[in-house]
């Protein structure tokens, strides 16, 4: 499973970058928020990403509302960076938007996807990513794994003509709060978790392996003190 890092800081992407494990970054209108990034450098910051992560894709969201609008969007977004896939919310607007961007060449991230049905009409319509919400279930008492296996098993039973050389249509887990999420999610066989920073850290760390490392340590520290 590829690993994507969900968040528009620039310091964790390059943190990140940095370990060898990341293969893409998402962003969204919330996360450029958190950064405290003014509408007149969103274009810039989204190109500083690209840069960081030369070659994996970065999704940049559209806040359009219409068709016309996503269209125009997702074009103008496309042509910042070879690297930009295009992300859109999967609604009735979004789906000839993506039938259109996709038949340019360029990719959409639909996300927002909550269900089996929205999954398979934004393979169909063209999406390149699919990015249903794990966490968000859990918010409101449900199972978001059980949601995240049935898109799964629905998008993989079928072949779209879209982004066949590519691989895709890709399952990106999204709305992931924990290494638990991250582990059932491969496990589903789901292609990618976007992950924020936090979780991520977290998915490096077991007390076992710190219990490890002080034991370690403290045999060394004898060896060394025994010279």
Not at 6 to 31: C, F, K, M, Q, Y
Not at 55 to 81: C, D, H, K
Not at 192 to 197: D, E, G
Request: glycine residues 8%.
């Amino acid at each position: 499973m590829k690993f994507f890092i969900d968040t528009a800081d620039l310091d964790e992407i390059r943190e990140a970058a940095s370990w060898g494990v990341l293969s893409g970054v998402t962003t969204n209108p919330s996360l450029y928020a958190r950064t405290g990034g003014k509408l007149a450098d969103f274009e810039p910051h989204m190109v500083k990403i690209c840069e960081i992560c030369e070659g994996l894709p970065v999704s940049a969201e559209s806040t359009a509302n219409t068709t016309e609008e996503m269209i125009a969007e997702g074009r103008r977004l496309a042509a910042l960076a070879p690297n930009i896939v295009v992300k859109l919310p999967v609604c009735e607007a979004s789906l000839p938007a993506t039938h259109q961007l996709a038949s340019e060449g360029i990719r959409v991230n639909m996300t927002l996807v909550f269900s089996a049905p929205q999954a398979l009409m934004a393979a169909r319509a063209g999406a390149r990513y699919i990015s249903p919400f794990v966490g968000r279930f859990d918010d409101i008492g449900d199972e978001g794994l059980d949601h995240l296996a049935e898109m799964v098993t629905a998008v993989k039973n079928y072949t779209y003509g879209y982004w066949d050389e590519e691989g895709g249509p890709e399952i990106i887990t999204a709305s992931v709060r924990t290494p638990h999420h991250v582990t059932q999610a491969a496990l589903l066989g789901a292609d990618i978790a976007t992950v924020p920073f936090g979780a991520l850290k977290k998915c490096l760390k077991h007390p076992l392996t710190d219990q490890g490392l002080a034991s370690f340590e403290a045999d060394w520290a004898k060896v060394v003190a025994s010279q």
